[in-house]
Nanobody, 125 residues
């Protein structure tokens, strides 16, 4: 199982980035997916999740209205569109596979078993 995240970079406050995560090694369409982030000195936190059928999207309160998670099952890819970026969004962003197939999307870090390598997002003020 592999997850390859990309799309991070340096952006000014108010700008936008689109993260992508290419997945392999599982039947992608059967698994809910999540995006997490970890800032220096802080614990990894849930950012957004999408259910296996895309019917349920969930976000941490701090990104609601600014970030949008989506997936393309034909491309085995999950995306995170980030608009209105703030300096406090600076972190390494990780995508992850939820542990069990055909389950509701979870915001619990322990519900995920495979992680991408992370992509750095830096927002300057």
């Amino acid at each position: 199982v592999q997850l390859q995240a990309s799309g991070g970079g340096l952006v000014q406050a108010g700008g936008s980035l689109r993260l992508s995560c290419a997945a392999s090694g599982r039947t992608f369409r059967l698994y809910s997916m999540g995006w997490f982030r970890q800032a220096p000195g802080k614990e990894r936190e849930f950012v957004a999740g999408i259910s296996w059928g895309s019917s349920t999207l969930t976000y941490v309160d701090t990104v609601k209205g600014r970030f949008t998670i989506s997936r393309d099952n034909a491309k085995n890819t999950v995306y995170l569109q980030m608009n209105g970026l703030k300096p406090e969004d600076t972190a390494v962003y990780y995508c992850a596979y939820q542990r069990s197939a055909l389950t509701v999307v979870s915001g619990d870090l322990g519900a995920y078993d495979y992680w991408g390598q992370g992509t750095q997002v830096t927002v300057s003020s």
